[in-house]
């Protein structure tokens, strides 16, 4: 497996409770991407980071925010968490953008908001 | 909005048979098209990709086919054996941008 850590691995929390989580690479790669995981949706691609301090919108952002301090560590928030955020996150990692090179992928984070 | 289209969603495959997952996708500025595949309480990881300057590309058992004038590509698992169940998902790319399909559970039975 790539150097990619994902923390927790699991995690319950109640609805409006604030959630991080925490992506940590050792493969100095400069993308770093949190997309989530639902049943008939496929992933679908959060924020991603293309540097220290580098950040943009995915396809299903509303709700979620990104920091990235320093090159391994990408952390995603939840400012109050909602069922519907309710779903498996994966970390990503690539040396170029998603469609130039492979992304490599952490072990997710499984998320229930009760 | 669905860009990319994938079925099955599901699949059982004897041991031996050919396991084939199709996508059809809409953006003609689509130039690269990766394969990942999932195993339970893992992450996705990079089977096999193909950019359209050609029109098929094997890697072992593996292979991808890829039609763009009808902007479809398909996998193709030959001699299917029960460790490829698994979930693969197709995704195509355009520069920084990447959408994945829905997904298809693949089940080899022995």
């Known amino acids: 497996d790539a150097g990619i850590t994902q923390s927790p691995r699991h995690k319950v929390t109640e609805t409006g409770t604030p959630v991080t989580l925490r992506c940590h690479q050792t493969?100095?790669?400069?993308?770093m991407y949190w997309y989530r995981q639902d049943p008939g949706h496929g992933l679908r691609l959060i924020h991603y980071?293309?540097?220290?301090?580098?950040?943009d919108k995915g396809e299903v952002s509303d709700g979620y925010s990104v920091s990235r301090s320093k090159t391994e560590d990408f952390l995603l928030t939840l400012e109050s968490a909602t069922s519907s955020q309710t779903s498996v996150y994966f970390c990503?990692?690539?040396?170029?953008?998603?469609?130039?090179?492979?992304?490599?992928f952490g072990n997710g984070t499984r998320l229930t908001v009760t | 909005q669905q860009q990319v289209k994938q079925s099955p969603q599901s699949l059982i495959v004897q041991k031996g048979g050919i396991s084939i997952i199709n996508c059809a996708y809409e953006?003609?500025?689509?130039?690269?098209f990766p394969w990942y595949q999932q195993f339970p309480g893992k992450g996705p990881a990079l089977l096999i990709a193909?950019?359209?300057?050609?029109s098929e590309k094997k890697e072992g058992r593996f292979t991808i086919s890829f039609n763009k004038s009808a902007k479809q590509f398909s996998l193709h698992i030959m001699d299917s054996q029960p460790g490829d169940s698994a979930t693969y998902f197709c995704?195509?790319?355009?520069?920084?941008?990447?959408?994945f399909g829905a997904g298809t559970i693949l089940r080899v039975k022995s």
């Open positions: 990503a990692i690539s040396e170029s953008g998603q469609g130039q090179s492979p992304l490599h």
């Open positions: 493969e100095n790669h400069r993308y």
């Open positions: 980071s293309y540097g220290v301090k580098d950040t």
């Open positions: 953006n003609t500025a689509f130039d690269y």
């Open positions: 193909i950019r359209p300057d050609v």
């Open positions: 995704a195509a790319a355009n520069g920084n941008k990447l959408v």
